[in-house]
């Protein structure tokens, strides 16, 4: 590669435990969250001789439109916002629509590299983005835009994610409902505030969590909005019995 090409690595991100502690007036809503960083990662070229975006890899899906992306992609933002321009090469390695950050984490990638600090204007592109761009094990609160660093706790991580999505906005809206925006007080399991309001949206979601359970022997834990169910630890067999599931051992970084 010369030296107009640079090679990024933008890591998953797992948010270990949520709380939700209020609504602003705008409509987002305040979190305390602890989130680490994964191995897994979305590999990015960028090359800044020439312009576009290319997506490929094992979960490209139908992220990739050809010579057509849409402007609402978060790489094509986070370069508007940088206010350069270059050609990314996407390859998607984490899976999209779990709750681990993809999306985000590739525009956090080219903010690091565009050497962009500004974690509250990153936090307008997506509440997640000043996270992925500190990375590493932190406290997370405000609306993702406030970071206080954690120290690193290396251990293995097993991810299922099921053969769907789950809408966050409709995950928080469901949550608004069950809990009369905030003034009720529910609870999921793994400290996660909404895990029940996830399995509202998505009722396959608790089918999901009893086969975990079933065949790993443990109980596992949302990741944030969903659909991503995880456990702490690695199991390899996971894969051969959860039929239509993605199973990937990874590790925090």
């Not at 305390?32 to 290319?54: C, H, K, Q």
């Not at 984490?94 to 974690?119: C, E, H, V």
């Not at 793994?190 to 009893?210: M, S």
Request: aromatic fraction near 6%.
């Amino acid at each position: 590669m010369n030296n107009q090409t640079v090679t990024l690595l933008a890591p998953a991100k797992l948010t270990v435990s949520l709380r939700v502690t209020g609504v602003r007036q705008d409509g987002f809503h305040l979190i305390d969250a602890e989130m680490v960083t994964l191995d897994l990662a979305d590999i990015l070229v960028v090359d800044t001789t020439r312009d576009g975006l290319e997506i490929n890899g094992n979960f490209a899906g139908d992220l990739n439109t050809g010579s057509t992306i849409s402007a609402e992609n978060l790489v094509v933002r986070a370069l508007k916002l940088v206010n350069r321009k270059a050609h990314v090469t996407v390859t998607k390695n984490i899976p999209s629509g779990g709750g681990l950050g993809g999306g985000s984490a590739d525009a956090a990638a080219i903010l690091r590299w565009a050497g962009f600090t500004d974690l509250i204007a990153a936090s307008k592109l997506g509440a997640d983005i000043p996270f992925c761009i500190a990375g590493g094990r932190a406290r997370v609160s405000g609306i993702g835009e406030i970071i206080n660093p954690l120290a690193s706790l290396r251990r293995d991580i097993t991810l299922v994610i099921p053969p769907f999505g789950v809408s966050t906005p409709a995950v928080y809206k469901a949550f608004d409902e069950l809990t009369d925006f905030g003034k009720l007080s529910i609870k999921g399991a793994g400290d996660n505030d909404l895990e029940l309001a996830a399995i509202k949206v998505e009722p396959r979601l608790e089918i999901w969590k009893r086969k975990i359970t079933q065949f790993s022997g443990v109980e596992p834990k949302l990741a944030g909005s969903g659909s991503t169910w995880w456990l702490e630890g690695k199991f390899e067999n996971l894969a051969d019995l959860l039929t239509g599931a993605t199973v990937i051992n990874t590790q925090t970084s």
